[in-house]
Structures are given as C-alpha cells and as structure tokens.
C-alpha cells in the first residue's frame, strides 16, 4: 500500500527534519495537517505546524504555513497553548471557498474538539497571492525572470529598521542605515541588513539556502574604505570566519570573493560612484561563485557542504557585520531566487535595467509605481506577520 515519498531537498520548512546529532527531538512540533488546494487558480499546499512564538515564550503556538513549492509563507499564531495540556490531532479543509480548522486537545482531564473558520487567514492568503501575481507579471514584461523568484526587497519599509519582501514572505532586519528609494544606505560602523532564511529550529523558512541560490543586489560603493568591507554574503553568524560566501570590497579598489571564510582578490577593480549589479551563486550544495554585471569575479570554488559544516547557513547580509569603521555603500532592489541562474539570464537582467536608462523609465521607476499601486489597493499594508 501507498508508495514512498522524496524529499525535493530544502522546499518544505518544517514537514522535512532533520534533528542535530545529540540533540532531543520535539515531536510536538511536528506537521499537524497538510492538505492540498487550488486558491485564486494557484495550486498550495497548506499545513499546521507548532512553533516557538517569536517573543520567545516557552507556549508552543500554531502557525498555518502555505507554499506553492517555490515561495513559502506563515501566518498566525493561529492559537497558544498556555491552557491547554496536550493538542492530540488538527485538520485542515478547504471546501466552498471556507478554510476551517479543527482542534483535539486534552485540558486537565477534559477531552474536547474545537472549530474555528480562518476567514481573515484566507483573506490574507489571497492578498499575497495577488500581490506575487502582479509583481511577476511587472518582472516578466521587464525581462526579469521569474521562475524561482521568492524574494524581492525594494522599497519598502517599516520603522526604518525592516525591509519588507515585496513578496510578503520573508522581511530583512535593518540596523543603522538609513532608507533610500529602493534600499538603503550603509555608512555607519555595524551598519547592516540581515534576511534570516534557515535559522535552526521550527520557525525556519527556506531551507533550499544550504543547496542552491542565486542572489542578486544592484550596489553603489560611495567611497574607498580603509579596509577590506563586507558588502554582500551569506553565512553561519557574524565574524568574517563564518563566511560560506560573499563579495566585500576594499581598499586598492579591488573586488574581494568570499568563501569558506577566506578573501581572495581576483583582481577584479571596482569605481566610487559607480552602479553594479552584483550576484552571489550555489549550486549543487558546494559550488559557489560571485558575478560582477553578468561576469563572475575569479572561478567557481568547492564551499563545504551542509553536510560537512554541521549547520544550516541561516541568514544572508547586506553590509558590514563585522564591526570596524563601517562601509558607504547604497543597495537596492535585492532578488532572491531558489536556483542557480544562467549567466544569460544576469545578463538579460543587467541588460534590462540598462536598456531602460534611469529616471522616471528606469526599471527601478517602473517598480516604484507598480509598488504603490499596490499599497493603494491595499495589498502591501500586511506586513507584521512576516517578521525576519
């Protein structure tokens, strides 16, 4: 009976686990439901799933996580288990256009079930959905592909210390810098960005990091710094030895490659004031290179595998996060992609927003107003539940 399933490595958060060595396993916190349905003509899979709150209380709560096997994002806490002693079973249905939820759990010595109807949950599902298609078809008529496209950071903010993905999945926390139009500027000493992906435990969110993909950024460096300065990577924490890969920049003009903690200089030179489109690539889980507007700094070089290193790499950076005397650089509208991208699809992106100029016609301009179209029609005001 049945058949035997496959993981597509790193697409699902939290339905596929693997536990640390010597560490306990909270089966409480395993998949509760999973069900599959077609809203607003998209396929998804939906599922349940306990997790810590992020305010960092010992509750388990409930999230309804849903995903189209590309972009993944959570809502809730759809419940707290303050009172209750024990949840046995949850079920998810959609049926009629109606998404409820059905809960077994045991308080005291009293067993009971419970129904709630996620309407607000539904209605926020086919927000995103909405917002994710209008966004692709915007990229699309720019040449800016799409497929594998799962996060966008651009311009929008909240509180000057989040930059909020534009697909509504996955927010960046930002740290002493200040917001420019599609981004922001990093001038200050620990000035930074940090876009969590993979953090241990089950809250995590993409886990297709630790395997394959390509992240591209269009930078401006305002000035030379005195040292070598981290502008853009991806790694296990904070500190230059815990770089799997990056580009940082330094101090004879030269472009700087990351990876497994050591900096290279190809010899690939840099110019104040000017604008690049920079890419950082995985392939394979241990093949990673770094692009240039299309053209890649060095060659390709083997980083330790998931496997090798023990740890998932849990975040990306934008800036310095190594301290010191800070950087002066402006970055914006940053793509995140769940593959590896041709180099003639960087190029077709470069060539995009170059053929297009700057100003009012730029890609940048074109973005923009597409964004505020949609915080018109309501369908980038939520944002608190995708917390970085």
Known sequence: ?????????????????????????????????????????KKLMLYTRQGHPFWGTEAKALYLWVTDNSRTFHLGPLSTDHAVDETLENALLYSDGALPLSRESIVGTRRGISLARLTEELKTIKSTLSTWA?????????????????????????????????????????????????????????????????????????????????????????????????????????????????????????????????????????????????????????????YVDGVIVGSPETIRTLETQGFEIPQFYVGSDEGGSGSDVTVTNVFLYDRPLSVGELKLVRKSDAKKGKGDGSMRGGVSRVLLLLLLLGLCGFSALYGA
Request: proline share 5%; aromatic share 10%.
């Open 1 to 41: 009976m049945g058949g035997k399933w496959t993981e597509a490595v790193g697409t699902l958060p939290g339905v596929w686990f693997k536990s640390r060595p010597r560490a306990p396993w909270d089966k409480s916190l395993r998949v509760g439901d999973l069900i599959t349905a077609t809203i607003e003509g």
């Open 134 to 290: 209008r966004l692709d078809a915007f990229f699309s008529k720019s040449s800016i592909p799409t497929a594998g496209l799962v996060g966008f950071l651009s311009d929008t903010s909240s509180g000057g210390d989040t930059w909020i993905d534009e697909y509504r999945c996955v927010n960046a926390t930002v740290t002493k810098a200040a917001k420019v139009k599609n981004g922001f500027k990093f001038t200050a000493p620990g000035s930074r960005a940090m876009w969590s992906m993979s953090r241990w435990g089950p809250n995590k969110q993409y886990g297709f990091v630790n395997h394959r993909f390509t992240l591209v950024a269009t930078v401006t460096i305002h000035q030379v710094p005195k040292g070598s300065t981290p502008l853009l990577g991806a790694g296990l924490g904070d500190g230059a030895g815990k770089k799997i890969i990056g580009l940082s920049y330094g101090m004879n003009k030269k472009w700087e490659k990351v990876f497994n903690g050591t900096k290279t200089a190809p010899g690939s030179t840099w110019e104040p004031g000017r604008e690049y489109q920079v890419a950082l690539m995985l392939q394979d889980g241990n093949k990673g290179s770094v």
